[in-house]
């Protein structure tokens, strides 16, 4: 049973399975699709709310854990000039797919189409995450490299989204993180006092970190990243804590063992909720999105990622010029995030066939493997 459960969770089959089950069902039937997803449960609070807000609040705290045991001796982030390579390459994840689409529409787009350029701008992260781990191996410095640009592209991408597509009935409201400031004092206190245990880190930590983030109108499944920071950890030569290590009683290590099961299995809901395009007609929008996400990020990236080594920030310690071109084709995966955008970029006809340039960008997870054995990118398990 527990080899069975460790092969689903290594080829992420409850989120890829998500994906298909959402993907056919919106299809099928639409109406009783769209029931799950907006039947209310309690004032509002409904299945998407559910999974997007809350339960996705778990997986963001899960790929925290990975970045803050990264940047601790022994890690793939540590020194700290090693994370600059990673943040530099972000600019290049955002500026490379808007670039691409802005050059695409001038030559075969047109005017109702440029408001588009957002769509392709931010990765999704908990895709990107899975498939970085089944190309490049779990512990491979790369996974590390791209959660921190997928987390750090998604910041810039809310940006965008409340600066150019804001929702006119709930504007930002910047006053509440101070909220979330209040919270990364509090899980501050907690470890200066050596808290043992990981719950009043997500009590007086995270609850207080999702309102604010909530009431401020930015997305709270962000809440837990400013809190596990703060909890004590184990250090260990190459950087990993062991996960299943009975010994390592840390908060860090309890919360990322007793909740990583939980998250992977429970990505089996995020597929479904939020997987569930349908079938539009393609049109020139399709192709800005989809070139844009393979192209402008791989791109991107990569450029950026030179630039950042030649500046004399260097890449973590064994990655390469090659593995840095198929980190950035696996940043392109922008699926769920870019079809959130092109329903705020759009409207009609022209949103869904921009949400089907997204629903394509599924495609970047063959190239991504294909271009790993190409490039001979060995596995790191």
């Known amino acids: 049973m527990r080899r069975t459960i460790n092969l689903l969770r290594e080829f992420s089959i409850p989120l890829i399975s998500g994906v298909i089950i959402g993907l056919i069902w919106a299809n099928l039937s639409p109406d009783t699709y769209h029931h799950l997803n907006e039947a209310k449960w309690f004032k509002n609070i409904d299945f998407h709310f559910f999974v997007n807000d809350v339960f996705m609040v778990f997986f963001f705290a899960i790929a925290a854990v990975e970045i803050t045991k990264s940047f601790h001796p022994g890690g793939n982030l540590n020194p700290i000039k090693k994370a600059i390579n990673p943040i530099i390459a972000t600019l290049g994840g955002v500026t490379g797919p808007i670039v691409v689409y802005i050059t695409m529409n001038h030559f075969i787009g047109s005017p109702e189409f440029a408001n588009g350029w957002g769509i392709p701008t931010a990765t999704d992260i908990a895709l990107a995450w899975l498939l970085a781990r089944f190309v490049f191996g779990s512990d491979h410095p790369a996974v590390s490299f791209l959660l921190l640009l997928a987390i750090a592209d998604d910041a810039i991408g809310l940006v965008i989204i409340a600066i150019f597509y804001p929702d006119l009935n709930n504007p930002v409201n910047p006053a509440w993180f101070l909220l979330v400031f209040a919270a990364m004092i509090a899980a501050y206190l907690l470890r200066k006092y050596n808290t043992k ?102 791109i991107g990236v990569f450029v950026f990622g030179r630039i950042g080594m030649a500046m004399g920030f260097p890449l973590p310690d064994r990655m390469d010029s090659k593995t840095l071109f198929v980190a950035g084709n696996v940043a392109g995966l922008g699926l769920t995030v870019a079809l959130f955008v092109a329903g705020q970029a759009f409207t009609g006809e022209v949103q869904g066939a921009a949400k089907m340039g997204a629903l394509f960008s599924a495609v970047i997870s063959l190239s991504a493997v294909v271009l790993s054995k190409l490039l001979k990118i060995k596995k790191i398990d």
Do not use: R
């Open 197 to 298: 245990n990981y719950w009043p880190y997500l009590i007086l930590g995270g609850i207080p970190s999702w309102t604010g983030l909530f009431l401020a109108h930015m997305h709270p499944a962000l809440a837990l990243i400013f809190i596990v920071p703060f909890m004590p950890c184990t250090e260990v030569s190459k950087g990993e804590l062991y996960e299943d290590d009975p010994s390592d009683q840390t908060p860090l290590a309890k919360f990322e063992h007793e909740w990583k099961v939980i998250v992977d299995f429970g990505l089996l809901m995020f597929g479904i909720s939020n997987a569930g395009v349908e079938f539009s007609e393609i049109s020139t929008a399709t192709w800005l999105v989809f070139c844009s996400l393979l192209f402008g990020k791989t």
